[in-house]
Every structure is written in structure tokens, then in C-alpha cells.
């Protein structure tokens, strides 16, 4: 399974879900990286020294910096969604098997209601 790295905005739940389903999180918090107003740049740069693909809910800022920087481990960016669990479940199907994402940008959209 993937390993990821939860930005400080990241559902608690959907991280605990996430784990249940077999994935490695570490988040910004359990890193000690929370309440500190890191520039996205920085966390991308954390999330590519943990060897971890960053999930995220910032999608404007982080598509650009795929776009300007597009070597790094992954970034997962996820539209906001009060179903925790089922956006957890959708970030799992889009990795499917896969463990190393490097390069990849994913995006997880919410459902039409």
C-alpha cells in the first residue's frame, strides 16, 4: 500500500480510514508540522524527504506546483467532503495496488449528490 502524508487540513477520520484499508499516513500533526503556516512549497518538500505522497485538499496551489515542479512523490488533491469514509474509499480505488505514486497528480472528486 501507499505511503502518504496528510497536510494539516486533511480529515482526522478519512486518515484513520485510510489506515484501516492498509496505507502508511503520517500527518502533518504526528510530524509536527501542524499550526505553523508552512508555505505549500515547504510541505510538497517534506512530503518528497518522507518519500510520501502528500494528500491535500488545496487543489488550485498544488496543481501549480505539480505543474512547476512535477518530480516528487505524488500529490493526491481531493475535493472537501463530509463523507470522511467515503472519500477515503475513493483515494484507495485511485491508488488501486499501486505503492510508489512519484510524479503522479490524482484527483478524487466528491460524487453528484
Known amino acids: 500500500m501507499a505511503q502518504l502524508y496528510a ?3 486533511f480529515p482526522r477520520r478519512t486518515v484513520e ?13 504526528e510530524a509536527g ?8 512549497d515547504e510541505v510538497l518538500a517534506y512530503a518528497i524527504s518522507a518519500q510520501r505522497a502528500l494528500l491535500t485538499y488545496n487543489r488550485r496551489h498544488f496543481i501549480r506546483l505539480h505543474n512547476t515542479q ?8 481531493c475535493t472537501a ?10 483515494i484507495h480505488e485511485a491508488i488501486g495496488s499501486q505503492t510508489k505514486l512519484d510524479g503522479q497528480l490524482i484527483r478524487v472528486i466528491r460524487p453528484s449528490r
Open 81 to 90: 467532503d463530509l463523507d470522511t469514509i467515503g472519500l477515503a474509499k475513493r
Open 7 to 9: 497536510d494539516e487540513n
Open 17 to 29: 480510514e485510510l489506515r484501516n484499508l492498509g496505507h502508511d499516513v503520517l500527518t502533518a500533526h
Open 70 to 77: 512535477p518530480v516528487h512523490s505524488g500529490i493526491i488533491i
Open 33 to 40: 508540522n501542524a499550526n505553523k503556516k508552512i508555505p505549500d
